[in-house]
Nanobody
């Protein structure tokens, strides 16, 4: 079964940017599967952030629209989440998810604090 590994999280100040990466263990994974990013803040349920479909359609939660961008590389084995103008409410563990296969990564922590 394909595995996902997220990276790129860290501690940033409000207004700064981060790029998260999601590497799949199999090539072309994201050519054949819709990929989504979710996040889970302490004490809260996991929440959907964005989806990139196989036909390159992108959709976003209202609270990140205009600030975040989801993408994938041309080889189809890495997905990205570019996060701009981060604020403290974006603090969470971010997870990559293959929707059809039901596969989740282990998550990467993003902390936004001054």
């Amino acid at each position: 079964q394909v595995q996902l590994v997220e990276s790129g999280g860290g501690l940033v100040q409000p207004g700064e940017s981060l790029r998260l990466s999601c590497a799949a263990s199999s090539r072309n994974t994201f050519f054949f599967n819709d990929v989504a990013w979710y996040r889970q803040a302490p004490g809260k349920e996991r929440a959907w952030v964005a989806t990139h479909s196989v036909n390159r359609e992108r959709s976003y939660a209202d609270y990140v629209k205009g600030r975040f961008r989801i993408d994938r590389d041309d080889h189809g084995n890495t997905a990205y989440l570019d996060m701009n103008n981060l604020n403290t409410e974006d603090t969470a563990t971010y997870y990559c998810h293959l929707i059809r296969l039901g596969v989740w990564g282990q998550g990467t922590q993003v902390t936004v604090s001054s």
